[in-house]
């Protein structure tokens, strides 16, 4: 079974309109981080929020917001107000396990239209 | 500037000729992990060293081999490369004790085999 899980193989959005994109994740550890990353076009993983299975409150870094539904096992990522430079591909990863294990989903690319 | 170096950025290179992709941290991680990205799998782990003279496989181990002799090094090595490690490989160090830490990402080496 997938460990982590994007539906979305492509998304597009207006500039300066809100985004969601998809992560759901399985895992049995009760103890497990998730995170998002971008790769623009260029190749580089730039990290972008992280989410504690124990953080009472939803992740925020500037425009990314970190949508975290514990029950529904989802890690959804809110892009607000969406520019030029946000397309590029986005990974959800877990981390999990004594060793701390990072496990990615397939990636969503994201396209921002004027 | 804390950072991930990673070398070559880009190979080409033939079947069964031997080959190793340098990686190098400084910022004193004990954690460090090697991966490969391709088409719609996401990043997939190769191997992964939690210290000095410590690695292990991860989920697509065949056909690679790692060392750690010292902290800051971690080469991928491929004794014998086929056309399907043909790939884009990054990688990554993090401090082992601090799990809400993202890991810090090389560059990238994109590989080709003929």
């Known amino acids: 079974a997938q460990k982590i899980t994007q539906t979305q193989p492509g998304m597009f959005v207006q500039e300066k309109e809100a985004v969601t994109l998809d992560c759901t994740y399985d895992?049995?550890?009760?103890?497990?981080?998730l995170f998002w990353y971008k790769q623009p076009s260029s190749g580089e993983m730039i990290f972008l929020i992280y989410?504690?299975?124990?953080?009472?409150q939803n992740a925020t870094e500037g425009r990314y917001s970190l949508n975290f539904q514990k029950a529904r096992k989802s890690a959804n990522l809110v892009i607000s107000a969406s520019q030029l430079g946000d397309s590029a591909m986005y990974f959800c990863?877990?981390?999990?396990?004594?060793?701390?294990?990072?496990?990615f989903g397939q990636g969503t690319i994201l396209t921002v239209h004027p | 500037e804390a950072q991930v170096t990673q070398n070559p950025r880009y190979l080409i290179t033939v079947t069964g000729k031997k080959l190793t992709v340098t990686c190098s941290q400084n910022?004193?991680?004990?954690?460090m992990s090697w991966y490969r990205q391709d088409p719609g799998l996401g990043l997939r782990q190769i191997y992964y060293s939690m210290n000095v003279e410590v690695t292990d496989k991860g989920d697509v181990p065949e056909g690679y081999k790692v060392s750690r002799k010292e902290k800051r090094n971690f080469p991928l090595i491929l004794e014998s490369p086929s056309p399907n490690q043909t790939s884009l490989y990054f990688c990554a160090s993090r401090p082992v004790t601090q799990r809400s830490i993202a890991q810090y990402f090389g560059p990238g080496t994109r590989l080709t085999v003929l």
């Open positions: 895992t049995s550890d009760p103890s497990y981080g």
């Open positions: 989410q504690g299975s124990y953080d009472q």
């Open positions: 910022m004193n991680h004990e954690y």
């Open positions: 990863a877990m981390r999990e396990g004594p060793g701390g294990k990072l496990t």
